[in-house]
């Protein structure tokens, strides 16, 4: 999915969420959206992820065409969560500050060993070192900065677009609130989507300012060699004329070569010695060359690299389709020919747990999903797999009291054997574990109630299952959702 539509999908999200009620939103309109598009992109056989995001699409089209015409003023301030760092923003200060600056110093004497450039092809050496050893380095060591960087680009983003909707005018105050909330909603669900692509162009902007600062140095140096004739010379404390050779050697012969220019001996470097000193311009030729091919066509590469990657990464967002939102958004199409088990072990669990879970269990699973509850399993009776069950897809869910303390010997033997016949299962089929803590936290502190989850949670992960706490009274059907897809075992199918 393509970043404009990946945007326009969240937006939407984001304006559902911030009005649970539909008082700005209305409900209406959003049924009337989902209808229209199941009609236009109805679920496949397959319930294939193309489809899924077909509807989204489609959905989010029609909803975004409502709020435009009815607040085209917060469609505005959307926009300038769209932001980009245009390349002359780098590219233009970058030449002029290589323009401005004297890359042949401030007398008419160039000293060699005191090249401006050697600065500048020392640090993109330096660069180009560490890109190599980047792989080889954890995250936090080489994206700090960079996300220090995106993170305020983030911020700025976010504050441009508080800007224009606080002179905004909206029908009322609710409205202005809707429209805060729904801005602050997107950034928070767009904002780790987006991060990467951001850090990737910031580093395509580096490599961009890199060949552009060259460029403008060169250019300076030429500008100023036709009006003033400079003199190169050398100098140093600690290095012989032969010693400056092999150095100058090193970092130009393959200039002199390109430009089919002999490189100066031993004699020659001694007599350019200071306060002796001689003609400049092959000198400046060859670390022009020297610039070109170390600094500005590598640099070049990197940013064209960059621009590939990026146009990729702007081209595939991946939508969270395991997010609560969608789950709610897809479950009407999902769940065909799916059978949901729920086995409660030794207890009996309340009408208002039932309830919660009929309707947790029909979006996680689909609404065409068929629910049985069967019998509470005795106490330390050993799991009996009927032939049945192989042919279909199962969804098990299993229910543990959180009053009861927990036995390997008894309930971790039970899943043991659970999770072993389950191979005989029809591919697709999953083990969902839940503890109620709904009876047990009635009597005891909340303390106590995590001192026995912690205690379940142990026991369950001898097996590498992920048991989900739940109560019917303080748990929300968002919070089971999330927690129960990835509780679910397998975790792939």
């Not at 209808?35 to 509807?55: G, N, W, Y």
């Not at 609130?177 to 580093?203: C, D, S």
């Not at 004739?229 to 390109?258: C, G, I, K, R």
């Not at 299962?425 to 109620?436: A, K, N, T, W």
Request: one cysteine or more.
């Amino acid at each position: 999915m393509n970043r404009k539509k990946f945007s326009q999908v969240l937006l939407v999200q984001a304006l559902e969420e911030s009005d649970p009620h539909g008082n700005h939103l209305p409900l209406s309109t959003r049924h009337h959206a989902t209808q229209r598009a199941r009609d236009k992109h109805p679920p496949s056989s397959d319930h294939s992820v193309e489809t899924d995001l077909e509807f989204l699409t489609a959905r989010s089209e029609i909803i975004w065409a409502f709020v435009d015409k009815a607040f085209p003023t917060f469609m505005k301030s959307w926009n300038h969560l769209q932001v980009d760092i245009p390349t002359a923003f780098v590219a233009i200060p970058a030449i002029a500050a290589g323009l401005f600056m004297n890359g042949l110093g401030e007398s008419q004497r160039v000293n060699l060993l005191n090249f401006p450039l050697l600065l500048l092809l020392l640090w993109n050496s330096g660069m180009y070192l560490s890109s190599t050893l980047l792989p080889f380095l954890k995250s936090s060591v080489h994206t700090t900065w960079l996300d220090t960087a995106t993170s305020w680009l983030s911020k700025l983003a976010e504050i441009r677009s508080q800007r224009s909707w606080r002179t905004a005018t909206f029908s009322d105050s609710s409205t202005t609130y809707w429209v805060q909330e729904t801005t602050k909603r997107f950034t928070t669900l767009w904002w780790p989507h987006v991060k990467p692509t951001w850090t990737e162009r910031l580093r395509q902007l580096l490599h961009v300012g890199a060949v552009f600062m060259a460029v403008g140095i060169i250019l300076g140096m030429y500008i100023r060699g036709l009006a003033l004739d400079y003199q190169a010379t050398w100098e140093s404390t600690f290095l012989s004329a032969n010693q400056v050779q092999m150095f100058l050697h090193f970092l130009l012969s393959p200039a002199a070569w390109l430009l089919d220019h002999p490189f100066p001996n031993v004699s020659e470097i001694v007599s350019l010695q200071a306060p002796q000193h001689g003609p400049a311009a092959p000198w400046i030729h060859m670390w022009a060359v020297t610039a070109i091919a170390a600094i500005i066509i590598p640099r070049s590469i990197m940013v064209w690299m960059r621009q590939r990657s990026l146009r990729q990464a702007r081209e595939t967002f991946v939508l969270p389709l395991e997010h609560p939102y969608f789950v709610h958004l897809l479950a009407p199409d999902r769940g065909q020919g799916v059978k949901v088990d729920i086995m409660s072990y030794s207890y009996q669990p309340s009408q208002e747990t039932k309830k919660f879970l009929d309707l947790a269990l029909l979006d996680l699973c689909g609404n065409l999903a068929s629910i049985q509850w069967q019998q509470p399993i005795p106490f330390g009776q050993e799991y009996s797999n009927p032939a049945e069950v192989s042919k279909e897809v199962r969804t098990s869910v299993v229910i543990f009291n959180a009053g009861q303390t927990p036995e390997g010997e008894v309930q971790g033997e039970w899943l043991h054997s659970m999770q072993t016949q389950m191979e005989t299962h029809r591919r697709g089929s999953r083990l969902l574990v839940l503890l109620d803590e709904e009876p047990y936290s009635t009597a005891l502190d909340d303390n106590r109630v995590i001192e026995r989850r912690q205690t379940w949670q142990r026991l369950s992960s001898q097996y590498h299952l992920s048991i989900v706490p739940l109560n019917a009274n303080t748990t929300s059907l968002d919070q089971f959702l999330q927690l129960a897809q990835t509780g679910l075992w397998p975790a792939s199918v």
